[in-house]
């Protein structure tokens, strides 16, 4: 029996898909655990996954066309079924989508995803080949939880229940098979906006009018929820980056024969997750009617994804950034942001950031302020070191400079907390042996 593939919910504010790229053509062969296609969500660009082995009959939806969730986007054969099977087989109608989760403050959650959990009796959802399996090895399938889309028992399911489970579990992401990583959620009740009459839009020939992406409306929606629903200030500071950056030379000169090359932005991220340790009122995040303080000090680095890939910003995170090494970090931005960049990151790696830092000294801009990004209250700005005129020990002198600017909640920063904070910022910034220990 033809075993339709839907589009599965790969976050958990997903409504729809965009498939930007099939990996697999009609005729193909195709194992659970084979990447079937890229797909575009509202967070991040995924892999969908097969979840069993068959050939792939049809691929109903066009690269680049949005669909919701459940809609079907390709249909597998079994072994040994021929195309007729397809023909047979009435058109099958995408189930319902189960509503987006109410938002819970920010705590480690792991949760059956909505409609998840494994219906019983006549309504039992099991792939073809999970059946004749489960027949074959005298399963019950009513006492397995199904992994695959919206509770449905795979051939993945079957096989673990008769000890051979040796499958692809490790290669299917958290969200599709059903488990919520949820620390300090990036997403956000949305709010109705008040929508702004803009005068009509007058096109002329030389005019390019190009649809948005799904993240880039993602993009677009929450930076204007940031700046609408939280009040905004921002404090700047000047810093003196001689030994920070005659530290960088020696310590990569040291690293040279490990193939590790630090960048002034690691060195920062390790800056930023210390002065948060220090600073626990900067460690926070707004939640109605409570702050919730994390334990934890998770920096998100922004990464500007290139413009054949559509553009935009992602935020992958450096969790417990304060416990690890500049090498640990230095590794783990670079693998990141090349992920970015290339494959896209899960929604598990742009999760969870207590603290945002974005940098644009590398274009050669000194100064500029950033958008919050939710739930953070906080988010540095950083600019370019140059050389420049200084004051050092009384004495005019040139000497390297950088400036960079908070932009605070002000519903959870008060403005001596986020100057404190810039103190110890400053502090181990211009006394860097500190970063090292």
């Not at 929508?195 to 993009?219: C, F, K, N, Y």
């Not at 040291?254 to 590790?260: F, N, P, R, S």
């Not at 800056?271 to 920096?299: F, K, T």
Request: aromatic share 2%; net charge negative; with cysteine.
């Amino acid at each position: 029996m033809p075993i339709d593939i839907t589009m599965p919910r790969l976050s958990d504010t997903m409504e729809q898909g965009t498939i930007i790229k099939w990996h697999v053509t009609e005729g193909q062969d195709v194992s659970a655990g084979d990447v079937l296609a890229d797909v575009e969500t509202d967070k991040a660009t995924m892999e969908m996954q097969s979840f069993d082995d068959g050939r792939i009959a049809s691929l109903s939806v066009a690269e680049g066309e949005p669909v919701d969730i459940g809609t079907v986007v390709a249909v597998l054969l079994e072994e040994d079924e021929s195309d007729d099977a397809v023909a047979d087989t009435p058109a099958s109608q995408p189930p319902p989508v189960p509503p987006a989760e109410t938002p819970t403050p920010p705590a480690v959650v792991e949760a059956p995803a909505s409609g998840a959990s494994s219906p019983r009796g006549s309504h039992l959802k099991a792939t073809p080949v999970a059946r004749r399996l489960a027949e074959e090895h005298g399963v019950d399938l009513q006492s397995l939880q199904g992994s695959g889309p919206g509770g449905r028992i795979v051939k993945r399911d079957v096989l673990a229940a008769v000890g051979a489970g040796q499958e692809t579990r490790a290669a299917v992401p958290p969200s599709a098979r059903g488990e919520v990583v949820d620390l300090a959620r990036t997403d956000t009740p949305s709010l109705p906006a008040t929508p702004v009459q803009a005068a009509p839009m007058t096109l002329t020939g030389d005019d390019r009018r190009e649809p948005v992406s799904s993240m880039r409306q993602t993009i677009a929606r929450r930076l204007v929820q940031s700046k609408q629903e939280i009040p905004h200030y921002q404090v700047s500071m000047a810093f003196a980056m001689d030994e920070l950056s005659a530290l960088r030379k020696q310590l990569n000169g040291d690293l040279a024969d490990q193939d590790i090359k630090l960048s002034i932005n690691d060195l920062l991220v390790r800056a930023c997750a210390l002065a948060m340790h220090q600073n626990p009122l900067m460690n926070a995040s707004w939640d109605g009617d409570a702050i919730v303080y994390h334990e934890r000090v998770h920096i998100g680095v922004a990464v500007a994804l290139p413009e054949e890939r559509g553009g935009g910003l992602v935020v992958p995170v450096i969790r417990d950034a304060n416990f690890k090494s500049l090498r640990a970090i230095s590794t783990e931005t670079r693998a990141l942001a090349e992920k970015a960049r290339t494959r896209g990151l899960s929604v598990e790696e742009m999760e969870g950031a207590t603290f945002t830092i974005s940098n644009l000294g590398m274009f050669g801009v000194d100064n500029f302020t950033a958008i919050i990004n939710p739930p953070n209250s906080a988010i540095l700005a950083v600019g370019a070191t140059l050389e420049k005129p200084v004051v050092r020990d009384g004495e005019l002198a040139v000497g390297l400079e950088m400036n960079a600017t908070l932009s605070n909640d002000h519903r959870v920063i008060d403005g001596a907390t986020a100057a404190r904070w810039l103190g110890t910022f400053r502090s181990l910034i211009e006394h860097p042996s500190s970063i090292l220990v």
